[in-house]
């Protein structure tokens, strides 16, 4: 049985950093794809990066390229993203998912297995 746990969202203030942890078990995060994604208050649930340990590439969302890196730990078999710099729009619940497949994809349908979420809220 596939689990993924997040963890380390919370309150912080706009310009500062958290670092979302996704623990994976059931499955090898170097054997999938893993992916955060996420969903604000009244909108849609939306792809922010992912990563392959297959040719080692990663893909990021434009609204946080240059600000989040997603990373992971064989080792733990953990999945991370960083975030710097935060903003007021990244208020959000945090989603880690994992693909079975090897290409990385941003639309959330490619995504077998989903977290419980973990929430992100900026203050101003």
């Known amino acids: 049985q596939v689990q993924l746990v997040e963890s380390g969202g919370g309150l912080v203030q706009a310009g500062g950093s958290l670092r979302l942890s996704c623990a994976a078990s059931?499955?090898?995060?170097?054997?999938?794809?893993m992916g955060w994604f996420r969903q604000a208050p009244g909108k849609e649930r939306e792809f922010v990066a992912a990563?392959?340990?297959?040719?080692?590439?990663?893909s990021y969302s434009d609204s946080v390229k240059g600000r989040f890196v997603i990373s992971g730990d064989n080792a733990e078999n953990t999945v991370y993203l960083q975030m710097n710099s935060l903003k007021p729009e990244d208020t959000a619940v945090y989603y880690c998912?994992?693909?079975?497949?090897?290409?990385?994809?941003?639309?959330?349908?490619?995504?077998?297995?989903w977290g419980q979420g973990t929430q992100v809220t900026l203050s101003s």
């Open positions: 990563i392959t340990w297959r040719g080692g590439s990663t």
């Open positions: 998912a994992a693909r079975i497949f090897s290409s990385i994809v941003r639309a959330q349908t490619g995504y077998r297995y």
């Open positions: 059931g499955l090898t995060v170097s054997r999938s794809v």
